[in-house]
């Protein structure tokens, strides 16, 4: 069956795909023995369409990645243009002009001397790339026994083997243990969830939730320890910001015991915060940034590990090579693309209109607390989190059962059947996630609200 035949064929032919031969990702495919595999066919600014003529609100930005929005064709001309002139060619020994250029622009935009941009396709493989890195370096200086990384639990950093030991979800973890050894995880920054003897005042928690990641540091030992994973806004769980001095006290540590602090950014990165790295809005200097959805909107798939001087400096001369690469890393027609959607963040100001707007989102998301099941409203510029409980005051959270059959068995379905796409999480406590385009302003803010208080309020019926 040719692309023809199979796009305009018979109405259901393209269901019968799907669900004989397409395999999704973290999906439960045994939803759809009885129901069609939701099919999205077009995208338009804020808001994308269903093969049935559905108009719903992209509430995710698709995965946390179109940050200038759906159909925006000058990427795709950028991408045409590039690919009519060369479509391919591989990073190993050999340069193209777009890797070069964009290469440069990134290390610009990066703070301090995180000069060196090491191109992958995404951003699990950039966290990969990142721990490969780490104890190359720490071997060619002359410490090999540090090899150990920190990271927070619920954390999310990719599905690799190594970028997966970083990961601090115990579900996503088991099925594939045993895993690369050396992840060892630390409290994360919730808030909401504290404990008790530091739940009363936000920065005193964030000092204390540093200094576990010295604590583990110490009781590993400093000379088996090589460097901090963190997102400065956490993802998983529900979008955990910074406490104030938090990640200073972090910084602190890291420099103390000769550990890299790694800032992964592959979400906060380019506007989600109303930074193009989001590390820069909180002030701190990291060794490496992990980047990558949001460098080109979405619109070709590109990451990429931003590294210090530092860290380059042992592979800057003779015959030392770091024996890493893959084929589509810095892909012509993705750096093209990359580089045209920085130019159009820039000429739009979309930074600019993150934080201008920041302010009115949270707002209009807090007017959701009168819902009895929304507990905490969190999370900075365009990137928050909405965790729902069974009681406000106590704080109590539902049961497992209670989260398989009010979040994911209703919540879930009725949002999208509602008219907005977002994500429904219990990889910590239940969460309703938002994330919506950057170009987003009070017209979808208020159908988001409106949506959600909708949806929210027969949940909270089903208590």
Request: glycine share 10%.
């Amino acid at each position: 069956m040719t692309t023809t035949d199979l796009l305009n064929g018979a109405p259901n032919a393209l269901q019968d795909a799907a669900k004989n031969h397409l395999w999704m990702y973290f999906t439960r495919h045994g939803n759809f023995a009885n129901h069609d595999v939701p099919m999205i066919v077009r995208g338009e600014g804020c808001y994308v369409y269903t093969d049935k003529g559905k108009k719903i609100i992209d509430g995710l930005a698709g995965l946390f990645t179109v940050q200038i929005g759906h159909g925006r064709t000058e990427l795709g001309d950028a991408a045409k243009k590039q690919s009519d002139k060369l479509a391919f060619f591989p990073l190993w020994s050999y340069a193209h002009p777009m890797a070069a250029a964009l290469a440069e622009r990134l290390a610009h935009l990066a703070p301090g001397d995180l000069n060196k941009v090491f191109f992958t396709s995404g951003g699990g493989e950039a966290v990969e790339t990142a721990w490969k890195l780490i104890k190359n370096y720490y071997k060619l200086i002359g410490k090999p026994t540090k090899h150990k990384i920190i990271s927070r639990a619920l954390s999310y950093h990719g599905t690799s083997q190594g970028a997966l030991s970083i990961t601090g979800i115990p579900f996503a973890k088991i099925p594939f243990e045993p895993l690369v050894p050396g992840g060892h995880k630390v409290p994360n920054t919730n808030f909401y969830r504290a404990p008790q003897h530091v739940n009363h005042d936000e920065k005193e928690f964030g000092i204390w939730a540093a200094d576990q990641i010295e604590q583990a540091i110490l009781l590993e030992g400093p000379d088996s320890v090589a460097a901090v994973f963190l997102e400065p806004v956490q993802n998983s769980g529900g979008c955990f910001p910074p406490p104030p001095g938090y990640l200073d006290r972090v910084r602190e540590i890291c420099t103390r015991h000769d550990v890299l602090f790694v800032a992964d950014e592959t979400i906060t990165a380019f506007g989600r915060i109303g930074e193009t790295f989001a590390i820069n809005r909180f002030g701190v200097q990291p060794d490496i940034i992990i980047c990558a959805k949001g460098l080109t909107s979405g619109y070709a798939p590109m990451g990429a590990m931003i590294a210090s001087d530092r860290l380059f400096e042992p592979f800057s001369t003779g015959t030392s090579m770091f024996a890493h690469g893959s084929t589509f890393g810095g892909h012509p027609v993705a750096a093209a693309v990359a580089m045209k959607n920085l130019d159009i963040m820039q000429d739009e100001k979309i930074n600019e209109h993150v934080r201008e707007k920041e302010g009115i989102f949270r707002q209009t998301l807090e007017k959701l607390y009168n819902i009895p099941i929304v507990g905490n409203i969190r999370g900075e510029g365009f990137f928050y989190g909405i965790e729902l409980v069974k009681d406000q005051k106590t704080r109590e959270s539902f049961t497992p059962q209670e989260s398989e059959r009010i979040l994911r068995g209703f919540i879930s379905n009725e949002l999208f059947e509602s008219g907005i796409y977002c994500r429904t999480d219990d990889r910590g406590d239940p969460v309703v996630q938002l994330a919506p385009a950057l170009i987003a302003d009070e017209k979808q803010f208020g159908e988001i609200e409106v949506i959600l208080r909708n949806v929210l309020s027969k949940a909270n019926s089903m208590i």
